[in-house]
């Protein structure tokens, strides 16, 4: 009886840890140990407790101001894990790519920016866009992150853009929804205009199946 009860005991604080970080990724300002006290339910004993062991791994710090922050241990994470969302998406990018005729990319959400985390071009056509595994940009600009914020909102359609990053360039993305963690898109840009009801009926369904893959 003593093990099954500091097992539930390791359950809950493992899941109260896992909690604050969570509280913390979604305040853009940071958090005080009493507004996470307050979120999470507990006494401010317990969320020093729980800062302290967080701290300990890099994936929690205090700022200047005492406010409970990401620390650099969950960018270590987030590096490692991205080779196998990758891997779990070329497939579909790769179908994509070739049926559109369009280079084709998967975007996800980093430090509050979209970045192309995989690209892939079509091996058949004369002319498509060159566009870099790497490249940032805001989440209010361009068809990913566009479907990145519907996505937020609770839309799943394709998005639609022209011209916003790249003057002459066109996009259709769909968010990447059901996978827990993940905030991502996924599209295909090119230098003409794209049909959106035959291109996003691609977009959406390659977003399907990267969801799939990833989940």
């Not at 062991?53 to 929690?60: I, K």
């Amino acid at each position: 009886m003593e093990t099954t009860a500091r097992g539930g005991e390791t359950a809950q604080t493992l899941d109260r840890g896992l909690r604050l970080l969570h509280l913390v990724a979604d305040a853009p300002g940071g958090l005080t140990v009493t507004e996470a006290a307050n979120r999470l339910g507990v006494g401010r004993a317990a969320v020093y407790r729980l800062v302290g062991a967080l701290a300990a791994h890099g994936m929690l710090r205090r700022d200047g101001g005492g406010r409970l922050r990401l620390g650099a241990g969950v960018l270590h994470l987030a590096r490692r894990a991205q080779p196998l969302l990758a891997e779990g998406a070329l497939p579909a990018l790769r179908r994509l790519a070739e049926q559109a005729g369009a280079t084709a990319h998967l975007t996800v959400v980093e430090g509050g920016e979209g970045v192309a985390l995989v690209v892939v071009e079509p091996s058949w056509t004369s002319f498509h866009v060159a566009y870099r595994t790497g490249a940032r940009h805001p989440l209010e600009r361009g068809a990913a992150g566009r479907a990145i914020l519907a996505g937020r909102a609770g839309a799943a359609g394709p998005v639609s853009t022209a011209g916003e990053l790249q003057s002459g360039a066109y996009g259709v993305a769909a968010p990447v929804l059901g996978v827990p963690g993940l905030e991502a898109s996924v599209g295909v840009v090119a230098l003409a205009p794209l049909d959106a009801e035959v291109v996003g009926a691609q977009v959406l369904a390659a977003a399907t199946a990267i969801a799939t893959a990833l989940s």
